[in-house]
């Protein structure tokens, strides 16, 4: 696993932490929650897909199919 991919769902945390506070103190907290339950989402895609290779990567090591 990369350092990027550490620093990138970090990025994405920060930028979706500050577009709900902006999107919170105008009084859009639906837009806000919607923004956080996007940025949700899309980090867990992200860690769906290492599971997903990880557990390629152990079916290929203990030859299970």
């Not at 999107?23 to 859009?28: A, E």
């Not at 152990?58 to 030859?63: G, I, N, R």
């Amino acid at each position: 696993m990369d350092v990027d991919l550490i620093f990138k769902i970090a990025g994405l945390g920060m930028i979706v932490a500050v577009i709900h506070i902006v999107l919170d103190k105008s009084g859009k907290e639906e837009y806000a929650y919607l923004v956080t339950l996007v940025g949700v989402v899309i980090v867990l895609g992200v860690v769906i897909n290492l599971v997903s290779k990880l557990f390629d990567n152990v079916k290929v090591l203990f030859k299970l199919y």
